[in-house]
């Protein structure tokens, strides 16, 4: 390839949430952007073959036989893993990795990543959370706080379109919101009578990123307002979720700065000593095998939490023998997820007389209580709950005959399911590394898993059964279930660390820019960076770390400081 061709001012590794995020940033500050995406191209609505397929256009009826389960075990847990959709997921046996303790690696190999099957549940952390470490004396210090990222998820949020209630709550702050979807009748119930019984709980709508009532600046994208299909993780040819297809890689490819690559498995980032920089990445032709190295200012990593871990590792010099940036050998390290695994049920007499419209993207919440202003448990931090109420789709009636069809025309009782989200606490034991006899198709180590629930974890979701079936039970449900799916870590798919941020090089990889202490062209802005993992679902933290250092990153650009 001809040097002008390998030459840009920036590059982005991965064009997933926070990758689309970069690029867009970096090519509408004028900076020729390469995108260097490991998969195949998707482009919105052109490939999103299942958009409108019916359960009968479907040989397994949306279901996804047992062989096929039997040949990728994992990715056949994800709840979103189905026929209608399994295109877009990662298969276990094209994509090893060594799970030194059970853990679930969720991917989505593709132009825009994870961002075309995620459930778009978006949340801002609070002040709270970025105190935590501190005040609790786990991982370290956040080397910013809830002011210096306020106005980026403010930035993030008008762009990819939030929808939510203003709630005025110090513990989950109120962003710039599109109307919120409404609660069913049932749902309304349980949120008087729970805030009744614990005034100091909050129930509330569930913030997420669909279209309810797009804006101009929606409209300017393509997109259009959300149909209440609840198809979304085959793709969404209204754009009425925010994915980087339909959001972020048009608005960069725009500009006319972006260079996108697809099939390109970054292996490497190559460092320079007498510059003390990185120069550029080296890459493996996904489908050739061949090698090219693509040359940058700056490269931001967002190939997703654990693959940004991997490549960083990956990136060995004579400078750093173990990783780039990783002078105290904390790369790969305080790799942290979310607390799963408790799950209720409910049966509630709830009105036969009412039902509700659509099929809602999003579910109730409550914001964390546990924990918040001061420490109150033998247990450190807390979950958030998600609830929501449905109804059966026909009544529990047996029979046939003209009765029994007329019995099945309603619909059936009011049920309820709640889940929890629980932070869970970095840990040094809780780490990825290379492995140093496997490897995969294109030549590059397999990473290495090793990561486990610990005594906190459990005691939180005892906390959360406990909690939830009280909570139930005072807003009169009955036949209350709770159970613990104990599913491995990675399931949650909220894996972070790894790389975090911290004050200090000594105990940290990042500055409070994303910048790598020692080698200050490199951003790392997916997951990886998180120095600690809240309650709160993390995509939208990531776009807005993202927008925020891909704008300091141009500004020291233009200023020669980089
Ligand atoms: C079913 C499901 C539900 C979810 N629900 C939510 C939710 O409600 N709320 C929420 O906040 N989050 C949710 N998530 C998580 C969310 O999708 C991720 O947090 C988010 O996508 C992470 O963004 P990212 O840019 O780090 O990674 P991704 O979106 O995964 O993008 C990473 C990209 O990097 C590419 N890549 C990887 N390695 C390389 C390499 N070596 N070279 C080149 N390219 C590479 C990948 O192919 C991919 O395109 C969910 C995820 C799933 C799968």
């Known amino acids: 390839m001809p040097e002008q061709n390998t030459q840009f001012d920036a590059i982005v590794i991965g064009s997933g949430i926070s990758g689309g995020w970069a690029a867009k940033e970096l090519c509408e500050k004028g900076l020729k952007t390469l995108v260097l995406e490991r998969g195949r191209n998707v482009v919105h609505k052109k490939d999103y073959p299942t958009a409108n397929f019916n359960p009968w256009d479907m040989p397994h009826r949306g279901k996804i036989p047992p062989p096929e389960m039997d040949l990728d075990p994992i990715v056949s847990n994800c709840y979103a893993y189905k026929e209608d959709t399994k295109h877009f997921f990662v298969k276990d046996h094209e994509h090893p990795y060594v799970q030194e303790k059970p853990f679930s690696w969720i991917r989505g190999y593709q132009v825009g990543g994870k961002s075309l099957l995620w459930a778009r549940q978006t949340q801002r952390w609070s002040k709270y959370d970025f105190e935590a470490p501190l005040r609790d004396g786990f991982a370290v210090d956040w080397p910013i706080r809830y002011k210096d990222i306020d106005p980026w998820y403010s930035y993030v949020e008008k ?76 793709g969404c040819p209204f754009g009425a979720y925010f994915s980087s297809n339909s959001s972020t890689i048009p608005a960069a490819e725009k500009t ?60 060995k010099s004579n400078r750093f023998p173990n990783g780039l940036g990783n002078d105290n050998g904390l790369l790969g390290k305080y790799i ?48 958030m709950v998600h609830f929501s109420a449905s109804r059966a789709g026909r009544p529990n009636v047996d029979g046939v005959g003209a009765a029994f069809k007329e019995a099945i025309t309603e619909p059936g009782d009011w049920s309820i399911y709640m889940m929890m989200q629980g932070e869970t606490i970095p840990k040094e034991t809780n780490q990825v590394s290379l492995s140093e006899y496997e490897r995969d198709n294109w030549g590059i180590p397999q990473l290495v898993v090793s990561v486990e629930y610990d005594e906190n974890d459990e005691k939180l979701l005892q906390d959360f059964f406990k909690e939830g079936k009280a909570m139930l039970e005072k807003a009169g449900c009955t036949k209350i279930n709770t159970w613990d799916s104990k599913q491995p870590p990675g399931l949650d798919i909220h894996e972070m660390g790894g790389v975090r941020m911290g004050k200090d090089p000594n105990t940290s990889l990042l500055n409070q820019f994303n910048q790598l202490h020692h080698c200050k062209n490199v951003f790392v802005t997916d997951g990886a960076c998180m120095t600690s993992t809240g309650n709160q679902n993390p995509s939208l933290t990531f776009m807005a770390l993202t927008a925020r250092a891909a704008d300091y990153a141009a500004a020291q650009l233009k200023e020669g400081l980089l």
């Open 336 to 383: 942290a997820f979310h607390n799963y695994r408790g799950n209720i049920t409910a049966a509630f007499n709830g009105p036969i007389d009412q039902y509700y419209y659509g099929r809602r993207p999003t579910q109730v919440m409550m914001p964390s209580f546990k924990n918040v202003l001061k420490q109150e448990t033998d247990f450190l931090r807390g979950y």
């Open 159 to 234: 762009f990819a379109g939030i929808s939510g209630n203003k709630d005025g709550l110090e513990v989950l702050p109120d962003g710039e919101f599109l109307p919120a979807w409404e609660m069913n009748c049932v749902e309304k119930i349980l949120q008087e009578k729970i805030m009744q019984a614990y005034p100091d709980r909050h129930v509330i709508q569930g913030r997420c990123a669909h279209l309810t009532e797009p804006t101009s600046e929606h409209l300017a994208q393509g997109r259009g307002q959300c149909m209440a299909r609840k198809l979304c993780e085959r």
């Open 256 to 315: 006319g700065n972006l260079h996108l690559i697809t099939h390109a498995v970054v292996e490497s980032i190559i460092y320079d000593e007498s510059t003390q920089k990185a120069t550029g990445v080296s890459v493996v032709d996904a489908l050739t095998h061949e090698v090219t190295v693509y040359k940058a200012k700056i490269i931001f990593v967002n190939a997703a939490c654990l693959n940004t871990n991997l490549i960083l590792l990956n990136s």
